[in-house]
């Protein structure tokens, strides 16, 4: 095969990255992909375009490159395309679909592609762009992530959608089954904690975070549970629930070493002896040379938090820091992975 010094397919192929999501995000902000499932029978890119209220021309255009990267499949008759969805595009694109990742892609492309246009300074400055993005202080990071209802319901999509793709691996990674009362802190839609009621029903799950998520969390995302409690507090300035089991699922990375400690720290002085603290977070490899999944998680957090992702020994660290003890770490092969420490 031809080398890369020949010809560079893959630099190409990955400065064309940005253009390939937006292909996706812009079909799936038109409707394209709901439309699509709701018709049944395949459609002309005119039909489209009159049904979603846009440019023949550029619904062609979108139409064809949505072909082109296999996520539309196209039959021409009579000289006239005609095009449908495919079962990926079916199962994950479309809005109504119960693995839906239609509101990871809103916030995707609204509010991650503003921010890492500004990368360059992050990288530069090594802190936030929240400043220059949306005018909003770099200290305060969910101050800014919650700037307004809107972007607030943005958010806590994109974090619900997550753990209809990794939620029931990510607790089934250990067995929690000894673990009665569980705290989920800081967990946002309660999406974690109806795979935790699911997988163990004979545990309840507290689900713990800032007053205005709660009250989003309960209009927008609730879905009657017996087994699930919503409760407001701010796990830096106030005091965390007592619980068998501390659930931490994509805290940690969003903040510094110290601030990391303190809530672990609150929250072995909280937890009975036996008690357990799981970590969920995207680990790196310990020599950090992937994922890269995990690398990119990592800019992210670098453009929009305070924190980072880490390889395990840096969470097994924090953990004997504050006194947990027995830490165990489970890859689970998709995007987030667990780690349980005992009191
Ligand atoms: N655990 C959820 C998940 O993995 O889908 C949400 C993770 S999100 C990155 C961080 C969560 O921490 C948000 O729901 C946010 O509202 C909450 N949070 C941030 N600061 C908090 C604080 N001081 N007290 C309680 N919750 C807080």
Request: hydrophobic residues 40%; contains cysteine.
């Amino acid at each position: 095969s031809q080398s890369e010094l020949d010809y560079p397919f893959k630099l190409l192929e990955y400065f064309n990255g940005f253009r390939v999501s937006k292909v996706i995000f812009s079909a799936c902000e038109l409707g394209v992909f709901d439309l699509l499932l709701k018709s049944q029978e395949p459609l002309s890119a005119q039909h489209v375009a009159r049904e979603l209220g846009t440019s023949v021309d550029g619904m062609e255009r979108l139409l064809d490159a949505l072909v082109g990267i296999e996520i539309l499949e196209v039959e021409t008759t009579d000289g006239t395309a005609f095009y449908s969805s495919t079962d990926v595009a079916n199962l994950y694109l479309a809005k109504g679909s119960a693995k839906s990742l239609h509101d990871m892609i809103i916030y995707q492309s609204q509010t991650i592609y503003p921010l890492w246009n500004n990368m360059v300074d992050a990288v530069r400055e090594g802190r936030n762009q929240n400043e220059k993005t949306f005018g909003l202080p770099p200290e305060d990071v969910f101050q800014a992530i919650y700037r307004s209802e809107e972007e607030m319901l943005k958010f806590m999509g994109l974090m619900n959608s997550s753990w209809v793709l990794d939620g029931h691996d990510i607790v089934t990674a250990f067995n929690l089954s000894c673990f009665q009362t569980i705290v989920d802190l800081g967990g946002c839609t309660g999406a974690l904690a109806r795979e935790m009621v699911k997988a163990y029903p004979s545990s309840s799950v507290t689900v713990f975070d800032l007053p205005q998520v709660v009250e989003s969390a309960q209009k927008h995302f609730s879905q009657e549970n017996d087994a699930i409690v919503f409760q407001t507090g701010d796990f830096f300035s106030g005091d965390v629930p007592a619980a068998d089991l501390y659930v931490l699922a994509r805290i940690i990375h969003d903040w510094p070493e110290e601030k990391c400690l303190t809530l672990l720290k609150k929250i072995y002085n909280t937890c009975r002896p036996g008690g357990g603290v799981l970590l969920v977070e995207a680990m790196l490899f310990e020599n950090r040379r992937g994922p890269v999944m995990a690398q990119i998680f990592s800019l992210n957090m670098l453009v929009q938090a305070e924190g980072r992702e880490r390889p395990p020994s840096e969470y097994t660290h924090m953990l004997k820091k504050t006194g947990f003890q027995n830490v165990q770490v489970c890859r689970t092969g998709k995007s987030y992975d667990a780690i349980l420490a005992i009191r």
